[in-house]
């Protein structure tokens, strides 16, 4: 089946979806990017995806392409003439282009940034299997540039980043910067000890998920302990589990670091709880 995707203004078949080679965000990534989950067609936290997007462009002094009204009425048409009942949709949004490449930005008066949206059917996206039994980790040195609180398209390192868990038999990684944890490839990353959950504090060296930010209120709320604090990938191999937070794989469990089994090598009660709490709630708010 022909997905059909939105580009400036137009809803298109995918096959018919055309961007010019000049486009910043093909030649210098100079684009930013949302993904938002859909659940029984429905779109999760779409709002804290709109103000994360808002924030990503205002850091980088790029134009708005639409209003948050017209976006949601985009998602929520290409989730229905795609049939998407669980899966996702992708948004980016690049400077666009004034007809050739050159480094300095072009006149944000006379150039209109680009916009492109498309869907993607995950059927099982809330019981995933990989929920049930957990991922494996290893680390990585983090090597990415310095503003990773601005959701950018610079997306090579982290995909280099799967491909060395890959090689090494592990599903995901987690980066390190001066010994400390500061996110996975894709996804924000956790330990529990005693009860109390562990996550790096924000700022520009860690994307400011939204799943996070719910998933840590959702928490305060239950009762559960949370501490916001620098921490060694020694001390996540001592932890009773681990998990990573992110907009499509929700609260999954981590079972291993390195090779070292956490806990039992089944995914903790902690998050195991807090996945149940974020979809039940999730399914309640979405739009």
Request: net charge negative; charged share 30%; with cysteine.
């Amino acid at each position: 089946m022909t997905r059909t995707v939105y580009v400036n203004g137009e809803y298109l078949p995918e096959t018919e979806a055309k961007v010019s080679i000049f486009d910043r965000g093909f030649l210098m990534a100079d684009a930013v990017y949302e993904v938002t989950s859909v659940l029984d067609g429905k779109l999760i936290d779409f709002d804290g995806h709109a103000v994360r997007l808002k924030r990503s462009l205002d850091e980088l002094d790029m134009a708005a392409p639409c209003t948050k009204d017209e976006l949601l009425e985009i998602h929520r048409k290409l989730v229905e003439v795609n049939g998407i009942v669980e899966g996702l949709v992708y948004l980016q949004v690049s400077r666009g282009s004034d007809g050739d490449r050159d480094f300095v930005f072009p006149d944000p008066e006379t150039t209109k940034p680009t916009i492109v949206l498309f869907t993607q059917n995950k059927p099982g996206l809330a019981n995933s299997p990989a929920a049930q039994k957990g991922i494996s980790v290893i680390a990585i040195p983090d090597i990415r540039w310095h503003r990773r609180d601005i959701k950018t398209t610079q997306l090579l390192y982290p995909s280099m980043g799967k491909m060395m868990a890959k090689k090494a038999g592990a599903d995901d990684a987690w980066l390190i910067e001066d010994g400390y944890v500061t996110e996975g490839t894709s996804n924000n990353a956790y330990f529990v000890k005693d009860g109390k959950i562990v996550t790096r504090p924000l700022s520009n060296d860690i994307l400011h998920g939204i799943t996070r930010k719910a998933v840590m209120r959702m928490a305060e709320e239950a009762q559960m302990e949370i501490v916001e604090r620098l921490f060694t990938i020694d001390e996540a191999k001592e932890a009773d589990e681990a998990f990573v937070t992110s907009a499509s794989a929700f609260v999954m469990p981590v079972v291993s670091i390195d090779g070292v089994q956490l806990g039992d090598g089944t995914p903790g009660r902690i998050a195991k709880r807090l996945r149940e709490i974020y979809l039940e709630e999730s399914l309640q708010a979405a739009i």
